[in-house]
C-alpha cells in the first residue's frame, strides 16, 4: 500500500514538472497526460484496497516533506472517495491529452499540465487528512488550483468574471471552516481527528449548533447548494472540458465528505434538525436545479445546473440518513447514507462523462449553444453513443447506474413511517414527492440536451462540418461510461462495500439491504425489491427477441428510402425543427 501512495504522489508530482519543462508539443501533452493518470490509477487501487481489507492506513509524512503538523490517514471513507477520485481522474487524464491540443500557442499548456496534476494530488490528499491543519491546507491547495484552471480561456467572455465568483465563494466558506475547526480543536489545528472525536462530548449544545451551520455554509459552499450555487453556473462552462469534468465530478463532492467526516464521523451525529435542514436543502437544490437546466441553451451551463441538482439528490440521502441516526433506527440510517454515497459516485461517472461529452461538441462544432447544433449523430456517432449513456444515467433510467442509487434514497425516505414523532415523519412525504418531481423533469431536460444537440438537421456551418473527435478524447468518455453501466448493473457489490465503508461510523452498524440470490436488492423490512441486473437482463433478451419475432412474422427487411411528411411543404430545413426554446416554454409557464 505504501508503494501505491509513493506511486501516485510521484506521478502526479512529475507531471506537474513534465508540464513546466516540456511546453507545448504532444511528447509534452502525453507526459503530463501520463503523470495525471497514473497518479489517478495508483489512487484508485489504493482507495478499493483499502475498503477491501478495511484496515485504515496511517502516513508519515515528516519522512517525506519538511513539514510539522501534517498528518495523513486513509480510512474507508476516504478510501472510497479516493476511489471517486482516481475515476474521474483518470479518465479526465486520457481525454486531456487529447483535447488539450487545441490550447497549444493560444493559452498557456505549462499552466494547465501543472494545476491539473497538483489539483488531482490535492483532492487525493484531501480525503487522507487527519487533522484540521492538513485538511484547511489540502482544501485551499484544492481551491486555488482549480481557480488557476477556471481561468485558463481568460480572454473568454465571463470567464474572469466567473473566476472571482469561484474564489470568493470558496474563500468565504474557507474561513467558516477554519472557525467550525477552531471550535471541534480547542484552538489547536494540529490535533489529531481521532482526539477530536474524544473531546467532542464536551461542547455545549450552542457550540454544537454552531459547528454545525459553519460546516453547513463552508462545504455548502463548495457543494453548490442553493443558495450557495451562484458561482457554480458560471465557472463550470468556462473551464476547460476536462477541468469541469473534475469540478463537477470531485471537487464539489469534497463538500458531501466533509459533511459525512464532520457531521458523522467528528461529531457523532447530532439532533433531529440538523437532518432536517440538511434534507430540506437537498431538497430544494434538487428540485430548483433541474428546473434552472431546463430553461438553458448553453449545453455546459445545462449540465452544471444538473450539478447542483445531483448534489441536492445526495444531501437528501444524507439528511435522510441523520434524522434516523438521531432516532436510533441504525439500519435504516445505515440505507439512507448508504444511498447517498451511492450517488455521490454514479454522479461523479455519468457527469464526469456528460462534462468530457460537451466538451466534445464543443471541440467540433466551436460552441456551447444547443440551438446551432442539430445532426451531429450522423458525424459524431462515438460521442453521441457516450452522451446518451450519460444522459440515460442521470435520467435515473433502468439498468444505469443513476437508477440504482435513486431508488436507493426512495427507499430510504419511504422508511419515514419509522420516525416517532408526526411532524418529521410528514416531512418524508413530501420530500419523495420532490424528488419524484426532480426524476421525471431531469428525464424530460435530457431528452432535450440529446435532441436539440444531435438529432435532426445541422443548424449551423459549425454543426454541419462537425468530427468525430480524437481517439484518446473517446477512451475517456469510454471508461466513464463503462462505469456507468458497471455501477448500474453490479449494487450488489456496491452495496456492501458501502456498508463496510460506514460501518463502525458514528455508531452504524455494519448492515444494509439484503440481496436475495446475490442480484435483487431488498429493502429493510422487505418494504420493496430490485434488481438492476435482472432489469437489464430482460431488456437485453427483449432486444434479442425483436429480430427473432420479425423473422417468424416474415417482415420485409429490405431497406426501403422515402421522404418524411413534410406538413405540405416540398423539402425540410433547419427552421422547422423543434428548438430548445420552444421544448421548455411549457414548463416554463408551468413553473413560472
Not at 422508511?415 to 420530500?431: C, D, H, K, Q, R
Not at 445541422?458 to 462537425?466: K, L
Not at 455501477?487 to 457489490?493: E, K, Y
Request: charged fraction near 10%; proline fraction near 4%; glycine fraction near 12%.
Amino acid at each position: 500500500m505504501l508503494t501505491l501512495f509513493l506511486v501516485m504522489i510521484s506521478a502526479y508530482v512529475l507531471g506537474a514538472f513534465a508540464a513546466l519543462l516540456s511546453g507545448r508539443g504532444a511528447v509534452g501533452r502525453w507526459l503530463v497526460a501520463a503523470g495525471a493518470l497514473v497518479g489517478s490509477a495508483a489512487g484508485l487501487a489504493m482507495g478499493a484496497l483499502a475498503i477491501v481489507s478495511g484496515t485504515p492506513l496511517t502516513f508519515t509524512l515528516t519522512r517525506l516533506l519538511p513539514l510539522t503538523g501534517v498528518a495523513l490517514r486513509l480510512d474507508g471513507l476516504g478510501a472510497f472517495f479516493l476511489v471517486v477520485v482516481g475515476l474521474v481522474g483518470s479518465a479526465a487524464a486520457v481525454y486531456a491529452f487529447g483535447y488539450s491540443a487545441q490550447y497549444a500557442g493560444r493559452y498557456s499548456l505549462r499552466l494547465v499540465g501543472v494545476m491539473f496534476n497538483l489539483l488531482l494530488l490535492a483532492l487525493s490528499l484531501q480525503v487522507m487528512a487527519d487533522n484540521a491543519l492538513t485538511f484547511l491546507i489540502l482544501w485551499e491547495g484544492m481551491s486555488l488550483t482549480a481557480y488557476w484552471l477556471v481561468l485558463t480561456e481568460h480572454d473568454r467572455r465571463g470567464t474572469v468574471r466567473a473566476g472571482v465568483w469561484y474564489f470568493a465563494m470558496m474563500h468565504a466558506g474557507f474561513v467558516a471552516l477554519i472557525a467550525m475547526f477552531l471550535l471541534l480543536s480547542g484552538a489547536d489545528l494540529t490535533t489529531s481527528f481521532t482526539t477530536m472525536r474524544a473531546g467532542v462530548t464536551s461542547l455545549s449544545p450552542g457550540l454544537r449548533n454552531a459547528v454545525f451551520l459553519l460546516a453547513l455554509f463552508g462545504f455548502g459552499s463548495t457543494c453548490g447548494i442553493i443558495p450557495l450555487h451562484i458561482w457554480l453556473p458560471m465557472a463550470h462552462p468556462v473551464a476547460p472540458s476536462h477541468v469541469s469534468a473534475v469540478m463537477s465530478g470531485v471537487v464539489i463532492k469534497m463538500g458531501i465528505y466533509g459533511f459525512v467526516r464532520v457531521l458523522l464521523d467528528l461529531m457523532g451525529g447530532g439532533p433531529v434538525w440538523w437532518g432536517a435542514v440538511v434534507l430540506g436543502a437537498g431538497s430544494v437544490s434538487a428540485l430548483l436545479g433541474v428546473l434552472y437546466a431546463l430553461m438553458e441553451h448553453d449545453l455546459k451551463r445545462l449540465l452544471a445546473y444538473h450539478s447542483v441538482e445531483n448534489i441536492g439528490i445526495i444531501l437528501i440521502g444524507v439528511g435522510t440518513g441523520m434524522i434516523f441516526h438521531s432516532y436510533g433506527l441504525m439500519t435504516l440510517a445505515a440505507l439512507g447514507f448508504i444511498g447517498g454515497l451511492y450517488h455521490t459516485i454514479n454522479h461523479a461517472s455519468f457527469k464526469a462523462l456528460l462534462f468530457l461529452g460537451a466538451g466534445s461538441v464543443l471541440h467540433a462544432t466551436g460552441t456551447r449553444n444547443m440551438e446551432k447544433m442539430g445532426g451531429l449523430v450522423k458525424r459524431m456517432p462515438w460521442t453521441s453513443l457516450f452522451f446518451l449513456i450519460g444522459a440515460v444515467a442521470i435520467s435515473g433510467l433502468p439498468p444505469l447506474n443513476g437508477f440504482a442509487s435513486e431508488w436507493l434514497v426512495f427507499q430510504s425516505l419511504l422508511g419515514g413511517s419509522n420516525v416517532p414523532t408526526p411532524e418529521v415523519a410528514l416531512v418524508m412525504p413530501i420530500a419523495v414527492g420532490m424528488l419524484a418531481l426532480t426524476s421525471g423533469l431531469a428525464a424530460a431536460c435530457f431528452v432535450k440536451a440529446f435532441g436539440i444537440t444531435f438529432l435532426a438537421m445541422p443548424r449551423s456551418h459549425e454543426a454541419e462540418q462537425a468530427h468525430e473527435s480524437p481517439r484518446s478524447m473517446l477512451a475517456g468518455m469510454a471508461l466513464l461510461a463503462l462505469a456507468c453501466v458497471a455501477l448500474g448493473l453490479a449494487p450488489f457489490i456496491v452495496v456492501p462495500a458501502l456498508g463496510r465503508v460506514l460501518a463502525g461510523v458514528a455508531g452504524l452498524p455494519n448492515t444494509q439491504a439484503a440481496f436475495t440470490l446475490n442480484l435483487s436488492l431488498v429493502a429493510p423490512n422487505n418494504f420493496a425489491s430490485m434488481s438492476p441486473t435482472l432489469v437489464g437482463f430482460g431488456l437485453l433478451v427483449l432486444l434479442g427477441l425483436v429480430p427473432f419475432v420479425m423473422l417468424l412474422l416474415r417482415v420485409n427487411r429490405r431497406l426501403r428510402v422515402g421522404d418524411s411528411w413534410g406538413c405540405g411543404r416540398v423539402g425540410q430545413t433547419p427552421r422547422m425543427e423543434y428548438t430548445e426554446t420552444a421544448f421548455a416554454e411549457p414548463l416554463r409557464r408551468v413553473f413560472a
